[in-house]
């Protein structure tokens, strides 16, 4: 044996070493594709995943949304299967009761068989008006004066329907009744009526105007979910220290009105952050600093995106708008790249030196906490503008540094009304 | 030693210059290492790079040593266990693939006559020997001889008993005792006559 097996390990140990093998193919350029690959790869699953979480979070929204929405149709439902069963009795529109011999039309000389829904209130011009909301029916069987309870009736297939409302003013001897119902016909009654419809039309839009002796027709559509497009200068400062040039904010949002007064709203929103921070509170962990190099301060310019979620309730309403706070969380923060200008001293040496980040540090969840005020004017039906301050202290630090920067500014936004 | 502190913390900040200077620096090691696992030169570069890719986008879990003296061994040791995992999954890859052909001249550093000449024509005829064992039991010397592995650890990065590991090894340091012996006898022959 000409080996024994410590000399066999050591003899192959020391060629594994330094057997001569050409190393002086590198290829640096293949690393660095390969590391950019990563890179994108690896933002594309954290894009992924913030993408996941936006998705849950809308999913959450759109589930309570759908369920309010559906709970309120419910309660339409059931309020119209309700009214449903309060039909009126008997006669029809060729012979709607006469109010020609009574003085003052009034509750007591209007008969129905079926009990139905009935409000009073004042008119503009300070009488008293009778409305009555009659629900779909399929017969409205009588309107009789109390007086002459032959002669009250409106006729077969005529109907009533839910946004039916009918108001009596009590002036006078001249009495008008329209009555309007989803055909949009028009019902009136009068004097020369004699118990039957003196007219009936199509209703025009004029018919929703507010007016006297005129049965109101409410089409004030419920809009519960709206857009918002809004953007604004952004200020930030770390611990209130002074403050660096403004940056920006755009975003867009989508609201649910939960009820008149509160409503949620989820965002997408990009900003460009600029702020100043004395070296005391930087984190130098992921810095590329040599050692023994001391950061007066640093100038910091930040890109991310960051997605929103915040409760706003509307507490003082005019007519033209209404003041509103809101309050929330930025659910997620994604920082994309940072530009850190350093004031550095090396051996008592001043110097500048310049770095840029980019995607060093994971996305962050529940990092910041946002105020805001603000006044929202109605354009139309759909479209209001908006003007608000907000402020946004940090629950996380921020970027490579992870400074604790606070952000206020202004946003101005646009939103209409989508459902 | 405080340099290579620099380096590493510039890889960690993704630094291209650093990272470069490190690729370049610790290539040649890296190089070594892997082509003793993988058969073909230019596949060895291939995991190298891809090995590297894996040590730049990890390197913030490395703990370097207080001691500033031992941070190269424990980095070459924590490197080596990314290069050798990485080369092993390829061999996974490869398992069907034969590995044919004589290895060319030129991946061979040219050989002067100095000193140490005769040496390392000795290092590369083993290394070449090494290659011409049969992949599982190349990988099991490898791991065991050359980079210190114990058969527990080699039977769980390879997935074989520890039975397996020692058997594989018994007969790959077989088959490389009888070349050394050959040569032995071929070289006293050539004096002799």
Same mark, same amino acid.
């Given at each position: 044996?000409?080996?024994?097996n410590?000399?066999?390990n ?9 057997? !001569? ?11 660095? &594709? ?23 979070i ?37 012979? @709607? !009761? ?6 003052? #039309?009034?509750l ?18 300070g009488?008293?008006?009778?409305t009555?909301? *009659?629900? #779909? ?6 309107i009789?004066? &109390? ?6 009736s409106?006729s ?11 108001? *009596?003013p ?36 004029? %018919?929703n ?9 409410n ?13 604004? !200068? ?9 403050l ?5 904010k755009?975003?867009v949002? %989508?609201g ?16 460009? @952050?600029?702020f ?9 962990? *992921? %810095?590329?600093?040599? #050692? ?5 301060d ?6 991310l995106?960051?997605? !929103? ?36 001293s ?12 980019s995607? @060093? ?8 906490v946002?105020?805001?005020?603000g ?15 907000y ?6 630090? %921020?970027?490579?540094?992870?400074? #604790? ?6 946003n101005?936004?646009?939103s209409?009304?989508?459902? | ?6 380096? $590493?913390k510039?890889? $960690? ?24 696992y $993988?058969?073909?030169?230019d ?6 790079? /891809? ?18 003296? /031992? ?6 040791g =924590? ?9 092993? /999954? ?12 004589e290895?060319?001249?030129? $991946? =061979? ?26 992949p599982?039991?190349r990988?099991v ?31 790959a ?20 006559k």
């Open positions: 044996m000409l080996y024994t410590d000399d066999l050591n003899l192959f140990k020391k060629a594994g070493k330094n057997y !001569p093998l050409k190393t002086d193919n590198s290829n640096w350029d293949d690393v660095a &594709a390969k590391l950019n690959k990563s890179a994108s790869e690896s933002f594309a699953s954290k894009s992924l995943k913030v993408l996941k979480y936006t998705m849950v809308l999913l959450a929204g759109g589930s309570l949304i759908f369920y309010r929405f559906r709970s309120a149709s419910d309660f339409d439902q059931n309020e119209r299967k309700k009214n449903n069963n309060k039909t009126v009795a008997n006669d029809t529109r060729k012979n @709607l !009761p006469s109010y020609s011999n009574t003085t003052k #039309p009034s007591g000389n209007v008969q129905f068989t079926n009990p139905i829904q009935s409000d009073v209130e004042k008119g503009k011009s009488q008293a008006v009778y009555f909301n *009659l629900t #779909p029916v399929n017969k409205l069987n009588s009789a004066p &109390a007086k002459e309870p032959q002669s009250a409106l077969n297939e005529q109907s009533l329907n839910s946004n039916e409302s009918l108001k *009596l009590s002036s006078e001897k001249q009495e008008t009744q329209v009555l309007n119902d989803s055909r949009n016909e028009k019902v009136e009654s009068g004097d020369q009526a004699n118990g039957s419809l003196s007219k009936i039309t199509k209703a025009d839009s004029k %018919l105007e507010p007016a006297d002796g005129t049965i109101r027709l089409q004030n559509r419920d809009y519960r979910i709206y857009g918002t497009l809004f953007g604004g !200068p952004e200020f930030s400062t770390v611990k209130f220290q002074q660096d040039k403004p940056g920006y755009i975003g949002s %989508l649910y009105r939960m009820n008149k007064n509160v409503s949620l709203e989820v965002g997408l929103q990009r900003e460009h @952050l600029n100043y921070s004395s070296g005391d509170y930087l984190d130098t962990t *992921l %810095l590329r600093i040599k #050692p023994n190099t001391q950061i007066e640093v100038t910091v310019s930040s890109k995106t960051s997605v !929103p979620v915040s409760l706003r309730y509307n507490f003082s309403s005019t007519s033209k708008g209404h003041f509103y706070a809101s309050a929330g969380v930025n659910a997620v923060i994604i920082t994309h790249s940072e530009q850190y200008q350093y004031s550095i090396k051996d008592g040496v001043p110097a500048n030196i310049s770095r840029s980040y995607a @060093l540090t994971s996305s962050k969840y529940f990092s910041g946002n105020f805001s005020a006044f929202e004017r109605d354009l139309s039906k759909c479209w209001s503008v908006k003007i608000e301050s402020y946004q202290t940090p629950v996380n630090n %921020l970027g490579v540094g992870k400074l #604790p920067v606070t952000s206020f500014g202004i101005v936004g646009i209409k009304n989508l459902k | 030693m405080e340099s290579l502190h620099i380096l $590493i510039g890889c $960690i900040a993704r630094d291209h210059k650093c990272q470069r200077a490190f690729y370049e620096n610790y290539y040649g090691f890296a190089l070594k290492t892997v082509f003793r $993988i058969y073909k030169y596949k060895a570069t291939d995991v190298v790079n /891809d090995s590297f890719v894996k040590i730049f986008n990890s390197l913030e879990k490395f703990q370097p040593s207080k001691e500033k003296s /031992d941070t190269e061994k424990i980095l070459m =924590w490197m080596k266990r990314i290069l050798i995992n990485t080369a092993i /999954d390829e061999l996974r890859k490869q398992q069907t693939l034969p590995e044919i052909g290895l060319p001249e030129y $991946i =061979w550093e040219e050989i002067d006559r100095s000193q140490n000449a005769d040496q390392k024509v000795l290092y590369k005829e083993l290394i070449c020997e090494i290659k011409r064992l049969p599982s039991y990988t010397f490898n791991l065991f001889v050359i980079d210190g592995f114990s058969h527990n650890e080699i039977a769980g990065i390879l997935g074989i008993s520890d039975g397996t590991s020692k058997s594989a090894l018994a007969k340091k077989a088959q490389l005792k009888k070349f050394l012996e050959n040569r032995f006898l071929e070289r006293s022959y050539a004096l002799h």
